[in-house]
């Protein structure tokens, strides 16, 4: 998030997860397969051709 300047409200904002994602991730927990998916697409750390997520996309929206 550093490298692209942003901050924790930022990603929530630009990702479209909520707070309690955020949290949960910060303290270890479970979260969803989609939410992970929504975080690493906005990050641009994953390669949409190396992965198929056309299932989630269909219903995330």
Request: aromatic residues 8%; contains cysteine.
């Amino acid at each position: 998030m550093i490298d692209k300047k942003m901050n924790k409200t930022d990603l929530k904002d630009q990702a479209g997860i909520t707070y309690n994602i955020l949290d949960r991730l910060g303290k270890g927990q479970p979260v969803s397969v989609e939410s992970l998916y929504k975080i690493c697409k906005c990050l641009n750390v994953i390669s949409m051709t190396s992965w198929n997520f056309t299932s989630i996309d269909k219903y995330s929206g």
